[in-house]
C-alpha cells in the first residue's frame, strides 16, 4: 500500500443549470495497491507510509456477483453522498424513492439465479415496493410463485421466481432513492470506494447551494459518508495524508471519534502522526460529520 493518484471532486460533479466557476479543489484521497515483491516488501518496511497488508478482498464471494456487488456499492455510495448533500442543504424533499437495490443474493438458492446484486427492485407482484415490503420478501417468496419488476442496466425487467423452499438467508437490499428532477451528474473518473464519500458529498453540496466554500483553496480528506450525515473512519490515512501534502493541499479533513485519543490508532491520531513525520505545514481537522465541513470552510473563508 502506496499513496495513490487524487481526484478533484469539484470536476467529478455536474449540476444541471449551474454554470459558475468554482476556484479551488476538493480532493479525494486514494491509496495504491500492488501485488508485494520483495524489493516492494523491504522498501515498504522502510517507509513510514507505505504499508504491506495481506489481501483477503472477495474472498468467499462468488465470481457471478464479484462486478455486480463492486457496482452496487459504488452506487450506493453515489447515492449516499446526493442524498445527504440535499439533506445538508435541507431540500431532502426533491429525493423521490425509486426502489430497492439488491445488495446480495444467496446463491445456494438456485431459484434466485434469475435475480441479480445491483438490481433495482421496484415491484413485487405488481405493487410498488417500499423498504417495509422488503423485511416481508422472504416470506412472500417462501409462499408462492412470485413476480418480481426489476431495472436492470436501466432496462425494466419482468421476473417469475418459483416458490423458495429454504429456511436460512435469502437476499437483502438498500432503499434506492433519486433525485425527482434528474439534476446532479457524477463522473468519479476512474476513482472508486466508499472513503471518498465525504469529499464528494461537499463537491455535490456547495454546488447545489451556490456556496464557494472553497475561496481558493485545495483541501482534501477521507471518510466514508453515514446516514445522518456522519463520516465513518476509513483505512489507508498515512498514505492519503501524504499524497494530500505532495499536491499542496492546505486542510485534510479525517474522521474523528471522540472516544478515541492521539494515544490511539484513530484516523485522526495517524493523519497527525504523519503530517508531523512529513513536517508538512498541512491543517489536519477532526470531523464527525458532514456540517462540521461545511461549518469549518464557511468559517474559515
Known amino acids: 500500500m502506496k499513496p495513490g493518484p487524487l481526484g478533484d471532486a469539484v470536476q467529478m460533479v455536474s449540476v444541471k443549470h449551474e454554470s459558475e466557476e468554482i476556484n479551488g479543489k476538493i480532493y479525494v484521497t486514494t491509496v495504491s495497491r500492488r501485488p508485494a515483491t520483495l524489493a516492494s516488501y523491504l522498501a515498504a518496511l522502510a517507509s513510514y507510509y507505505s504499508d504491506v497488508k495481506t489481501d483477503y478482498t472477495n474472498q468467499g464471494i462468488m465470481g457471478k456477483d464479484n462486478r455486480d456487488i463492486q457496482q ?132 455535490i453540496y456547495q454546488q447545489i447551494t451556490g456556496q464557494d466554500l472553497l475561496n481558493g483553496r485545495t483541501i482534501a480528506g477521507t471518510g466514508t459518508i453515514e446516514s445522518a450525515g456522519g463520516v465513518g473512519q476509513v483505512g489507508g490515512i498515512s498514505q492519503k495524508v501524504a499524497a494530500a501534502h505532495s499536491a499542496g493541499a492546505e486542510l485534510f ?41 461545511i461549518r469549518y470552510l464557511e468559517t474559515t473563508i
Not at 165 to 182: H, M, Q, R, W
Not at 253 to 264: K, Q, R
Request: net charge negative; proline share 3%.
Open 253 to 293: 479533513f479525517v474522521p474523528n471519534l471522540t472516544e478515541l485519543d492521539l494515544t490511539t490508532t484513530s484516523n485522526y491520531a495517524e493523519a497527525v502522526r504523519t503530517r508531523d513525520f512529513l513536517q508538512s505545514d498541512m491543517e489536519i481537522i477532526p470531523v464527525n460529520n458532514i456540517q462540521d465541513i
Open 72 to 203: 452496487a456499492f459504488m452506487a450506493n455510495s453515489r447515492q449516499a453522498a446526493i442524498v445527504e448533500a440535499y439533506r445538508a442543504a435541507k431540500i431532502e424533499n426533491e429525493l423521490t424513492i425509486k426502489g430497492v437495490r439488491i445488495m446480495a443474493v444467496n446463491r445456494d438458492v438456485s431459484n434466485l439465479d434469475e435475480l441479480r446484486v445491483n438490481d433495482i427492485l421496484t415491484a413485487v407482484n405488481e405493487e410498488p415496493v417500499t423498504q417495509e415490503m422488503l423485511s416481508t420478501l422472504t416470506d412472500t417468496l417462501k409462499a408462492n410463485t412470485t413476480s418480481l419488476t426489476v431495472i436492470r442496466n436501466g432496462e425494466t425487467q419482468d421476473l417469475s421466481i418459483d416458490k423458495i423452499s429454504f429456511d436460512g438467508y435469502l437476499l437483502n437490499g438498500v432503499l434506492a432513492i433519486e433525485e425527482k428532477t434528474p439534476t446532479v451528474t457524477i463522473d468519479s473518473k476512474g476513482f472508486g470506494g466508499p472513503s471518498g464519500g465525504a469529499m464528494l458529498t461537499l463537491s
